[in-house]
Nanobody, 114 residues
Framework: QVQLVESGGGLVQAGGSLRLSCVAS????????MAWYRQVPGKQRELVAR???????NYADSVKGRFTISRDNAKNTVYLQMNSLKPEDTAVYYC????????WGQGTQVTVSS
């Protein structure tokens, strides 16, 4: 059983940056892919970015060129570097990992003011 805990959310002005972290209670070596999702009230949770154990990454079109996902297996941590933030990036961001089953964190709020 792996628990995922996100941190790094907050309030930022448009154009600013935030780095989200997702720390796992156990090894993430067996989790692939690991991903960040986001959700706003009344809408479905959407995939933002994911990273496979070999390093391959995928991004939603809306964040390409602005967000970067990375993973540090030694620290059991996945990061999401978010630059050039826009108001439409406002959401609760969730960490996700797949390893025999799907794991979710509790979410961290990101609010981008215009």
């Amino acid at each position: 059983q792996v628990q995922l805990v996100e941190s790094g959310g907050g309030l930022v002005q448009a154009g600013g940056s935030l780095r989200l972290s997702c720390v796992a209670s156990g090894s993430i070596n067996g989790l692939s892919p690991m991903a960040w999702y986001r959700q706003v009230p009344g809408k479905q949770r959407e995939l933002v970015a994911r990273i496979f154990s070999g390093g391959t990454t995928n991004y939603a079109d809306s964040v390409k060129g602005r967000f970067t996902i990375s993973r540090d297996n030694a620290k059991n941590t996945v990061y999401l570097q978010m630059n050039s933030l826009k108001p439409e990036d406002t959401a609760v961001y969730y960490c996700n990992g797949i390893g025999g089953r799907m794991y979710w964190g509790q979410g961290t709020q990101v609010t981008v003011s215009s």
